[in-house]
């Protein structure tokens, strides 16, 4: 769950803030995320009365349907459906009347702790003309705790915006988000815009981006999780078993009959019974580790 703060400014229609602004993120399995966002907007007009009022809903799914995060490519559609809440909003013109509706696609690649996102879509909207957006971003993890991220943005009026921003990892469950946009190229009805945005990200569970990636960092061919001691020990416990076999004529481990020693074909010698635990912990250690 994100709660955000966000506030936006054009120096013909005045001021707007988005206070604060919520926005629900639920994953459902591996590939699919549901989203819903909703702002309190307050509007402080140049000519006319500061009003504020419920912002319009926004409704959608994420299906990344190849690869997924964490991986080289990953490749998604996030159809977005934008709707009036409340009728007043759209009568003191804290919100334009009628719907929106996003259709775009995004491809993430990831190499080397760089990651590059590329975004295309296309808007329909109930009384207006829609248009194509295109975004292009890049972020990489500078720090443990810290990423930095930066992005251009054409919208559906042309309007080109360049952003640059980060993400604070506070803790496992809370990070902090800030950024700052400017309208490289302004759209002729809006005029030049400044962009600043400040926010929380709840996670209701140790499963934020920067953690996974930090997992991720830590698990290399050179560190890996400590097998060997765990194998030392594991041995260790098998001798004392086989001494007490010498001396009692029994094991303190349960043997049934399928853990019976077995004779080695090669060497003529009893079977090690962690034997199939070492096979297992090779494989398992050479495999990846998915986010």
Not at 162 to 184: C, D
Not at 205 to 216: F, G, I, P, Q, V
Not at 220 to 228: A, G, H
Not at 238 to 253: D, E
Request: with cysteine.
């Amino acid at each position: 769950m994100e709660i955000e703060s966000r506030s936006r400014q054009s120096c013909d229609s005045g001021r707007r803030v988005e206070l604060p602004r919520v926005d629900l993120n639920y994953g459902v399995g591996r590939r699919l995320q549901l989203k819903f966002e909703m702002p309190w907007v307050r509007v402080e007009g140049a000519e006319t009365e500061t009003e504020s009022g419920a912002g319009n809903a926004t409704v959608g799914v994420k299906w990344r349907f190849v690869g997924q995060e964490g991986q080289t490519i990953a490749w998604s559609i996030y159809p977005q459906f934008e709707f009036n809440t409340t009728h007043a909003s759209v009568t003191r013109r804290i919100e334009d009347a009628g719907y929106k509706f996003l259709m775009p696609t995004e491809l993430t690649i990831e190499m080397r702790g760089v990651e590059m996102n590329g975004e295309i879509g296309r808007t329909f909207v109930q009384h207006g003309s829609g248009g194509w957006i295109v975004g292009l971003s890049t972020e990489s993890h500078i720090a443990p705790p810290l990423e930095l991220v930066a992005e251009i943005r054409r919208n559906e009026l042309t309007e080109l915006m360049a952003i640059g921003g980060g993400r604070l990892e506070l803790t496992s469950k809370v990070i902090l988000l800030l950024a700052r946009g400017h309208t490289v190229r302004s759209a002729p009805p809006e005029g030049p815009r400044t962009y600043v945005y400040a926010g929380l990200q709840f996670n209701v569970r140790d499963s934020s981006c920067l953690l996974r990636r930090r997992r991720r960092a830590n698990v290399s061919t050179n560190d890996r999780p400590r097998w060997p001691e765990l194998r030392t020990d594991l041995q260790s416990v098998a001798a004392s078993s086989r001494i007490t076999r010498h001396l009692f004529g029994r094991s303190t481990f349960a043997a049934p009959n399928h853990h019976a020693d077995v004779p080695s074909p090669r060497s003529g010698q009893k079977s090690d019974p962690f034997k199939k635990f070492e096979d297992w912990r090779d494989v398992g250690a050479s495999r990846s580790i998915p986010c």
